[in-house]
């Protein structure tokens, strides 16, 4: 099986997750001139806006990054011309299957990772070609499914014969150990990043992950089909209020407009959407891109130098 690694072209098998609104240029480049796969998030963005992004990166860093392109967008066609005449390393996918892009995608040498929250998704995006699959648990921030990441890492791992990256409830050397013992060739990390120096986001948004407990996440909109796990506060409090009375989806979506912007730039955490995985309680300080890419594979590192220690010392008894 190819390496992760050779995949994406980097020192370390880690892709920064897609967040939307967040993950722009200067993380990305961050990223990536850290030793990890950057990922520009194109979602709810215009085709203009992630051309210039790309070139924007470009000046930052010499190191081979990506984009991600959520399918149910309105303007998915145009994205992926962007993608195919900029020749972007990688790019992942979230909600679908890019099945019918990938043949245009690796005629412009473009590696396809779609991210996935169930085994029967990835067979379908391994039967039409991606080149590795993101398996996301409920765990992660924003938009997610409803499987483990625990639970669904195995399953995928025996299901598909490409190479699966763990995601959801990663943020340090831990994390990415235990995604190793479950099959995992990669880790995608997104809540981490949050806090690293070179993401854009408000300085509030950064204090509140910083400051979070571990029960401080609650998923919305499940009665609506679409979960999004976030930092619970004032809008979370309205929204599952309606979703208890039955509200229709409608009425609860009208409620949500705007709101992740009004966290990432404005700094709203009463009625702002701050996404944020269940992780946020491991996070405790500001660091670089590069600081957490390296801090966190030091820990891997140390694990298992520790499990082989042990290990021998149980041989010699």
Excluded at 14 to 28: F, P, V, Y
Excluded at 163 to 192: E, F, H, N, S, W
Aim: some cysteine.
């Amino acid at each position: 099986m190819v390496n992760v690694c050779e995949i994406l072209g980097t020192e370390y098998p880690i892709i920064q997750g897609a967040m939307a609104r967040i993950a722009d240029c200067h993380l990305a480049a961050a990223v990536s001139n850290g030793g990890g796969l950057g990922i520009i998030a194109a979602g709810g963005q215009s085709a203009d806006w992630l051309r210039e992004e790309i070139k924007k990166t470009r000046k930052m860093t010499d190191k081979p990054f990506g984009v991600n392109i959520m399918l149910l967008a309105d303007n998915v066609d145009e994205l992926m011309d962007v993608v195919c005449e900029e020749k972007v390393k990688v790019i992942t996918t979230g909600a679908g299957n890019p099945g019918k892009y990938i043949p245009r995608l690796k005629e412009n040498g473009i590696k396809v990772i779609p991210v996935v929250a169930s085994v029967a998704l990835a067979k379908r995006v391994a039967r039409a070609g991606a080149d590795a699959i993101v398996a996301e648990g409920t765990e992660a921030g924003g938009h997610i499914g409803e499987n483990t990441t625990m639970a669904m890492m195995p399953q995928m791992v025996d299901a598909v014969d490409i190479p699966v990256i763990a995601a959801g409830g990663i943020a340090d050397g831990r994390g990415i150990a235990a995604a190793y013992m479950l099959g995992a060739k990669g880790v995608q990390v997104g809540t981490r990043f949050l806090v690293a120096s070179e993401c854009t986001v408000a300085q509030s948004y950064k204090d509140t992950i910083i400051k979070a407990k571990d029960t401080d996440t609650v998923a919305t909109g499940r009665s609506t089909g679409h979960p999004v796990r976030v930092i619970k506060n004032k809008l979370t409090r309205q929204v599952l209020k309606l979703e208890k009375q039955n509200a229709d989806e409608e009425e609860i979506n009208a409620l949500c407009i705007g709101k992740l912007t009004a966290a990432v730039v404005d700094g709203d955490m009463d009625y702002g959407s701050v996404m944020s995985g269940q992780v946020a309680g491991l996070v405790k300080k500001e660091q670089s891109a590069a600081e957490i890419i390296a801090e966190m594979f030091k820990e891997v590192e140390a694990i298992y130098e520790d499990r082989n220690r042990i290990c021998r010392a149980g041989r010699a008894v």
